[in-house]
């Protein structure tokens, strides 16, 4: 198990904005019985956080220009 979250942590952004569109669409067919959408809705949810914690260290290390036009951590 160890070995598939440690897989997750490799998955670029883009990876995991392409898998959320096709849990996307598979929640959107109503013939997907009940536990198949629990199923999907959480996985979804942890794709999610995955991506915002990327987002949020991606955040940490943009640099900005203060005004004597030195670079600062954002």
């Known amino acids: 198990m160890m070995e598939d979250k440690n897989k997750k942590e490799e ?4 990876e995991s904005f392409s898998r959320l569109d096709e ?4 929640l959107e067919d109503r013939e997907l019985p009940l536990e198949e959408s629990f199923r999907l ?8 956080k995955h991506c915002s ?6 955040e940490k290390k943009i640099q900005i220009m203060n005004g004597d036009g030195e670079l600062d951590e954002f």
Do not use: A
Request: charged residues 30%.
């Open 53 to 58: 914690e990327k987002i949020d260290t991606v």
């Open 23 to 26: 849990m996307i669409e598979k």
């Open 11 to 14: 998955i670029s952004l883009e």
């Open 41 to 48: 809705y959480q996985q979804g949810m942890e794709l999610l």
